[in-house]
C-alpha cells in the first residue's frame, strides 16, 4: 500500500472506480482506492444496471447520455473487447394529460443534449414490444439509445485501465479513522496501513454516513430495501428473435425488461416501503442481501401482470433484495465538503450504474475548479446541519416511492415538512399562504383566495394563475409584501473585510457606507461561484445577501479564499447570519407612505435614494432598510434580528390595510423579475459560465484584480459559444418556460431556456435563453418547444416592463 497519495478514495463501487479512471484521464495518477471488499461488493454489484435517457434533471440527463457512451463506445475502444452493453431502447408510457405534458417538456429537453428521444404511437411502440398492453396509454416516448449493463462488466475494466494508468486499487482495505493535519493533508488509517492524502474522496455508498462520521460531518442519505425478481424463460421470449426494450410506466411504478429468456421486474413501491440500517451500518456487511417480500410488492406485480400478461405465465427463479442509497431530493451528492478542505463526496446514487459517467465530471471539478455542466444541482453543500435523521428519512421514503411518479413542476409534496421555517410562517398560514420548500426552507409560493384552494399538477397554467395575476396587480397599483427570510445572509467584518470581498468581487464594491452593489463571485477558470448583494455598513462591515439554495456553498466558497494574492491570511470575520436575521419586502407605488407611517425617519426619495441602505427605527426596532426592489417597483427590503420580524410585519399590515397592502408570493415574483429581465442564481447564473455571457457585463471591472479575472479578460477578447437573451412571447399559449426548452430560428436549433414565466403587469410570457450569439439581434423571431407545443416569441434587448427604472428610482 502506498503512504501517500494524491488523492484517497474510499469505497470501490461505481461511482468510485468511475472516479478514479476519469482522474487518470484528466492527468492524476497518483491515487489510491481502498474498498473493504471485493469491487463492486456494496450495492453495484446486485443493480439491475439500467442506464436511461428518460430523465428530468439536465444536469442528469447529460451524465446519462454521457455514461451510455462511456459503456457503450469508449470502453470498448479503449480495451479492445466487444461493449457489453445492452442496447435495447427503453419505453416510458404515460396514462394522463399531465404526463403527456411532462413527456413533451423532456422531448424538448433532449434536443439540447442530443440523444434521441421520440414519441410514438401505440402501433409503433406494440413493434417493439409485443409482450406489453398499450391500449390505455395515451402517451409513449422511446429512447433508443437506452439499455442495460452488467455492472461488473464495466466496473472492473474500467479499475483496470485506472491501474495502467498508475493508479493503485486496495481490496479487502477497510478505513478505520480519518484524520486532518496540521499540514491541510488527510491521514487515512486503514487496517492495513496508513495513507496521507492531499484530497479524500468519500465513495463509500452504503457505508458514507459512517465514513463522514469519521471526519465529523454527516451525509444525509438513507438505505432502503430494493427488490426485483427474475423469471424463468417464457418459449415466446425465446422466439422472438430480438431483445425487448427496458418498460417503465407509473401505472405499476416499476421496470420490466427481459433478462436472458425472461423477464426481469422491479417494483418501486409508493407506500410502505422499507428503509434499513437506520442505527448504522454493520462493517462486516459485504455482497449480502435480504430475505425476499413478496407480499409488499403484489400490489403493483399485479399491475405489471396487467401490463405484460405473459409475465404471469412464468415462474418466478431469483428474487433479489439488496439496499439502495437514496438522498432527500434523490439526487447524488457530489462535490466538496462545507467546512473542511480537499474532502469530496460521491455518494447517494440510487441509480449508480446509470451516473457512472458523474465520474468525468467530478473529476474535472477537483483538478480544474469547475466542470463543463452545471454541478450545482448535485452539489452536496445544498444540505446543511439542518437536515437531521429523521427528515431524511422520511425524504429518501419519498424519493423511493416516488421514482415513477407523474413530474410536474408545481408538485408540492409535504414529505418531511415544515424543517425550517420563517418567524412569519405561522402567521402566512392563517391567511392562507400556500409554501413551497427550498433546501428544507418554507416559502411563500401563493395565496389563496375565496375561489381558488388549491392548484391541480399542471404543466400549463394552474388555478392558481388568476390569483397571482391579483398579486401582480396589488404590487403594481398599490403595495405588497413578501417574506424573504428565506435567503441566505453573512456578515463579513475585520479590518481586511473591503479588500478580502474585492477579491471576490467581479464589481467595485460599494464605496460609500450606506450603500448597495450587486456582484458575481468566479472561479479562477471564470465560472460563476455566487451571486451577492453587498450591502456597505461601514469600512470594514458588510452584509451580504445570496440564494439560500446556495447558503453552505457560498459560505465554504468565502472561508476557501481568505488568503490574499500575497499568500497572507485576510483579517476577517466570516458569520453565517440566516436563520439569526430575517427579512421582508414592501414594494408597489404606496409602499413610502406605509412605510412612513411606522417611522418618524424622513423617506421621501432625496432624503432616502435608490440602492442606499440605512438603520432605520421602526415602531420599538431598529431595522436594516435597504432600497432596491426585485419586483422592479419602488421598494423596501426590512433586515432585522428573527425575533423582531413578526411584530414589524404585523404593524406594517394593519398601516397598510386602507392602502391596498397585499401579500404576495414566490409565484408573483418571478413573474415580476422576469419582467424586469432580473437574472437569478441557479437559472441563468451557473457555474460553467461566466458574467460575460449571462449578460452581466456592466457589473464586472476588470481594470482591478479579483479571482477570475485573468480568465475573464481572454474571453472578452474571443467570441462566446453561448449568450443569455430575453424573448417576449407573441402568442398566448397557457404554458410557460420552466428551463431546458429547446429554441429554434428557422428551423434551426440554437439554444435553450433558462426559465421563464407569465408577466402579469404586460400580459405576456417571458423566458431568458442562452443562444448562439451571432443570431441574437431585436425582433428575431424564434420558437420555444414547450410542454404543450411550440411556442412563438421573439427578443427584446430591454425589459418588458419599466426598462429605464423610473419607478424603481423615484
Not at 412563438?792 to 428610482?809: F, Q, V
Request: charged share 20%.
Amino acid at each position: 500500500m502506498k503512504s501517500h497519495a494524491r488523492v484517497v478514495i474510499i469505497g470501490g463501487g461505481s461511482l468510485g472506480v468511475n472516479l478514479m479512471y476519469h482522474l487518470t484521464k484528466e492527468g492524476w495518477t497518483d491515487i489510491a482506492l481502498v474498498e473493504k471488499g471485493e469491487l463492486t461488493s456494496g450495492s453495484t454489484w446486485h443493480a439491475a444496471g439500467l442506464c436511461s435517457n428518460f430523465i428530468g434533471n439536465h444536469t442528469v440527463a447529460q451524465i446519462h447520455d454521457y455514461t451510455i457512451k462511456l459503456y457503450n463506445e469508449i470502453l470498448p475502444q479503449e480495451t479492445g473487447q466487444t461493449s457489453s452493453f445492452h442496447q435495447t431502447g427503453s419505453l416510458r408510457v404515460g396514462f394522463s394529460k399531465v404526463e403527456e405534458e411532462w413527456f413533451r417538456n423532456l422531448e424538448s429537453r433532449s434536443k439540447n443534449i442530443g440523444f434521441e428521444f421520440n414519441i410514438i404511437s401505440q402501433q409503433e411502440a406494440e413493434k417493439l414490444n409485443p409482450f406489453m398492453d398499450f391500449s390505455k396509454a395515451r402517451t409513449i416516448v422511446s429512447t433508443p439509445n437506452d439499455g442495460h449493463v452488467d455492472p461488473t462488466s464495466v466496473v472492473m475494466p474500467l479499475s483496470k485501465l485506472a491501474r495502467e494508468k498508475g493508479a493503485e486499487v486496495n481490496r479487502f482495505t477497510r478505513v478505520i479513522e480519518i484524520n486532518a493535519l496540521p499540514s491541510s493533508e488527510w491521514e487515512v488509517v486503514t487496517d492495513k496501513g496508513t495513507i496521507i492524502a492531499e484530497h479524500v474522496v468519500n465513495a463509500s455508498g452504503c457505508f458514507a454516513r459512517e465514513v463522514g462520521a469519521m471526519v465529523g460531518v454527516n451525509i444525509p442519505l438513507v438505505n432502503l430495501e430494493h427488490q426485483y425478481l427474475v423469471t424463468e424463460t417464457h418459449p415466446d421470449i425465446e422466439a422472438l428473435g430480438w431483445e425487448l426494450p427496458v418498460c417503465r410506466d407509473s401505472y405499476s411504478s416499476a421496470y420490466i425488461r427481459q433478462e436472458g429468456l425472461g423477464f426481469l421486474v422491479g417494483p418501486y413501491e409508493t407506500r410502505g416501503s422499507k428503509p434499513w440500517a437506520l442505527n448504522g451500518m454493520d462493517w462486516s456487511f459485504d455482497r449480502e442481501l435480504f430475505e425476499p417480500d413478496l407480499d409488499r410488492l403484489m400490489p403493483y406485480l399485479e399491475r405489471c401482470f396487467e401490463l405484460t400478461p405473459k409475465f404471469e405465465e412464468v415462474g418466478i427463479k431469483t428474487v433479489v433484495n439488496g439496499p439502495i442509497t437514496h438522498t432527500p431530493d434523490d439526487n447524488i451528492l457530489a462535490g466538496p465538503q462545507a467546512g473542511l478542505t480537499n474532502f469530496w463526496n460521491l455518494c447517494g446514487a440510487s441509480i449508480g450504474i446509470a451516473q457512472g459517467g458523474i465520474g468525468k465530471y467530478m473529476a474535472q471539478w477537483m483538478v480544474h475548479g469547475q466542470t463543463e455542466i452545471n454541478m450545482a444541482p448535485l452539489d452536496c453543500r445544498r444540505f446543511g446541519d439542518w437536515v437531521d435523521k429523521k427528515y431524511c428519512t422520511i425524504k429518501g421514503i419519498e424519493s423511493y416511492e416516488a421514482m415513477y411518479a407523474v413530474g410536474a413542476p408545481n408538485d408540492n409534496r409535504p414529505h418531511g415538512r415544515p424543517m425550517r421555517t420563517s418567524p412569519l410562517y405561522a402567521r402566512l398560514l392563517q391567511k392562507g399562504c400556500v409554501h413551497g420548500v427550498a433546501q428544507g426552507y418554507e416559502k411563500a409560493l401563493w395565496f389563496q383566495s375565496n375561489n381558488v384552494r388549491n392548484e391541480s399538477l399542471s404543466w400549463s397554467h394552474s388555478e392558481a394563475h388568476a390569483v397571482v395575476a391579483e398579486e401582480c396587480k396589488a404590487v403594481q397599483n398599490a403595495a405588497g409584501v413578501i417574506d424573504l427570510s428565506g435567503s441566505a445572509k453573512y456578515m463579513v467584518t475585520g479590518a481586511d473585510a473591503f479588500a478580502f470581498l474585492d477579491k471576490l468581487s467581479c464589481n467595485k464594491l460599494p464605496g460609500k457606507d450606506g450603500r448597495i452593489g450587486l456582484t458575481l463571485f468566479h472561479s479562477p477558470n471564470g465560472g460563476i461561484m455566487c451571486e451577492m448583494s453587498i450591502t456597505r455598513l461601514a469600512e470594514d462591515r458588510f452584509y451580504l445577501i445570496s440564494a439560500i439554495g446556495s447558503e453552505h456553498k457560498d459560505l465554504h466558497w468565502m472561508q476557501g479564499n481568505l488568503v490574499d494574492f500575497m499568500g497572507g491570511d485576510f483579517d476577517v470575520t466570516i458569520e453565517n447570519v440566516s436563520d439569526d436575521m430575517s427579512s421582508m419586502l414592501i414594494t408597489g407605488p404606496k409602499s413610502r407612505k406605509i412605510l412612513q407611517l411606522m417611522t418618524e425617519e424622513d423617506l421621501s426619495n432625496d432624503a432616502f435614494r435608490w440602492l442606499c441602505a440605512k438603520y432605520i427605527q421602526l415602531d420599538s426596532a431598529k431595522v436594516l432598510v435597504i432600497r432596491v426592489s426585485y419586483a422592479g417597483e419602488l421598494g423596501y427590503e426590512l433586515h432585522m434580528p428573527s425575533y423582531q420580524l413578526l411584530s414589524i410585519y404585523d404593524s406594517m399590515c394593519d398601516y397598510g390595510a386602507e392602502l391596498g397592502l397585499r401579500d404576495f408570493g414566490g409565484y408573483a415574483f418571478n413573474s415580476m423579475r422576469m419582467e424586469k429581465m432580473y437574472r437569478a442564481y441557479g437559472n441563468e447564473f451557473t457555474e460553467e459560465i461566466s458574467g460575460l455571457e449571462a449578460g452581466m457585463g456592466r457589473f464586472i471591472d476588470t481594470s482591478r484584480e479579483f479571482i477570475g479575472c485573468e480568465n475573464i479578460k481572454q474571453r472578452q477578447q474571443g467570441e462566446y459559444a453561448i449568450e443569455l437573451a430575453y424573448l417576449v412571447f407573441d402568442d398566448d399559449i397557457p404554458c410557460e418556460c420552466y428551463g431546458n426548452e429547446a429554441v429554434y430560428h428557422n428551423g434551426e436549433h440554437i439554444g435553450l431556456t433558462t426559465g421563464g414565466a407569465f408577466g402579469h403587469r404586460i400580459d405576456k410570457s417571458l423566458a431568458f435563453a442562452y443562444l448562439k450569439p451571432s443570431v441574437i439581434e431585436q425582433g428575431l423571431a424564434v420558437t420555444v418547444d414547450t410542454s404543450v407545443g411550440a411556442r412563438s416569441a421573439h427578443i427584446e434587448m430591454d425589459a418588458a416592463y419599466d426598462p429605464a427604472n423610473e419607478l424603481l428610482r423615484n
